[in-house]
């Protein structure tokens, strides 16, 4: 079993850049492809970015492509979710998961494990 939880959000003016780090516990964490996901209200979760057990493989959604990048560092059991050149319609909770290994990478179902979310706002 996985435990995660997510911080580094906050209120950020459009244009700025916010860092988010999801620590997790379990000594299985290296061996879990990981996810960013993200929600906004009145909305559906949806992907934002995916990592690979090992790093080695990344993924994400058009929306933030050449804006976000996720990275892990599985001695620290942490993933983690540089944004940049933030846009008010990245306001979201964003939320990061252990992936199960089922299904499609870029589906909320695919999820085994979540965290409690937080919040990132941007201002225009």
């Known amino acids: 079993q996985v435990q995660l939880v997510e911080s580094g959000g906050g209120l950020v003016q459009a244009g700025g850049s916010l860092r988010l780090s999801c620590a997790a516990s379990?000594?299985?964490?290296?061996?879990?492809?990981m996810g960013w996901f993200r929600q906004a209200p009145g909305k559906e979760r949806e992907f934002v970015a995916y990592?690979?057990?090992?790093?080695?493989?990344?993924s994400y959604a058009d929306s933030v492509k050449g804006r976000f990048t996720i990275s892990r560092d599985n001695a620290k059991n942490t993933v983690r979710l540089q944004m940049n050149s933030l846009k008010p319609e990245d306001t979201a909770v964003y939320y990061c998961?252990?992936?199960?290994?089922?299904?499609?990478?870029?589906?909320?179902?695919?999820?085994?494990?979540w965290g409690q979310g937080t919040q990132v706002t941007v201002s225009s």
């Open positions: 998961a252990a992936y199960s290994g089922r299904g499609v990478v870029a589906h909320p179902g695919g999820y085994d494990y």
């Open positions: 990592i690979s057990w090992s790093g080695a493989r990344t």
């Open positions: 379990g000594r299985t964490f290296s061996s879990y492809a």
